[in-house]
T-cell receptor, first 116, second 111 residues
Framework: DTAVSQTPKYLVTQMGNDKSIKCEQN?????MYWYKQDSKKFLKIMFSYNNKELIINETVPNRFSPKSPDKAHLNLHINSLELGDSAVYFCASSQDWVGLHYNEQFFGPGTRLTVL | GQNIDQPTEMTATEGAIVQINCTYQTSGFNGLFWYQQHAGEAPTFLSYNVLDGLEEKGRFSSFLSRSKGYSYLLLKELQMKDSASYLC????????????FGKGTMLLVSP
């Protein structure tokens, strides 16, 4: 059983296009995240949602628009793709948003986005 | 803000012990995590420290000193499958579970 799944696994597209990445978790968690991992393997938080509500937005360009139709899904839509958007995007989830206990994050397999 | 430093690469031999260090300077601290990431795969959780001291979990142990802003991950009886990137991540005290990751240490285990 897959805990956190993402589609697609690979995405190759032209500059200027609009694309979406989907994420689903079946762990019953309340909180979901999007991370970007660049070519130097630096993993950086982009967004965090708790129970469909945005709680963290780490100064990401507004070309990136997350959407959470329900607490098990967090999708990422990217408009007007740029070369610098090429990276691996990871979705993750945790039990809740509270930073007062263990609250391990579970990561999806990643989506490798290549912008040509 | 948060600044997290860890060595870029390390090499070790199968069966040996290796220690991966992580130092951090943060505006707040509410826990330190270690994740393992094999090439082309997702990060997976290894350990969590919020109080000073050593946490042991099988072949892996993690140590934390909050006063020194320092942690290490100790891997014993190294196996070839331990070749991976090891990510140190700090949780701030904003009340949220958001993690700030270091750039990772690539460990290569040779026969």
């Amino acid at each position: 059983d897959t805990a956190v799944s993402q589609t697609p696994k690979y995405l190759v597209t032209q500059m200027g296009n609009d694309k979406s990445i989907k994420c689903e978790q079946n762990l019953g968690h309340d909180t979901m995240y999007w991370y970007k991992q660049d070519s130097k393997k630096f993993l950086k938080i982009m967004f965090s949602y708790n129970n469909k509500e945005l709680i963290i937005n780490e100064t990401v360009p507004n070309r990136f628009s997350p959407k959470s139709p329900d607490k098990a899904h967090l999708n990422l839509h990217i408009n007007s793709l740029e070369l610098g958007d090429s990276a691996v995007y990871f979705c993750a989830s945790s039990q809740d948003w509270v930073g007062l206990h263990y609250n391990e994050q579970f990561f999806g397999p990643g989506t490798r986005l290549t912008v040509l | 803000g948060q600044n997290i430093d860890q060595p870029t690469e390390m090499t070790a031999t199968e069966g040996a012990i290796v220690q991966i260090n992580c130092t951090y300077q943060t505006s707040g601290f509410n826990g330190l995590f270690w994740y393992q990431q094999h090439a082309g795969e997702a990060p997976t959780f290894l350990s969590y420290n919020v109080l000073d001291g050593l946490e042991e979990k099988g072949r892996f142990s993690s140590f934390l000193s909050r006063s020194k802003g320092y942690s290490y991950l100790l891997l014993k009886e190294l196996q070839m499958k331990d070749s991976a990137s090891y990510l140190c991540a700090v949780r701030g005290n904003s009340g949220y579970s958001t993690l700030t990751f270091g750039k990772g240490t690539m460990l290569l285990v040779s026969p």
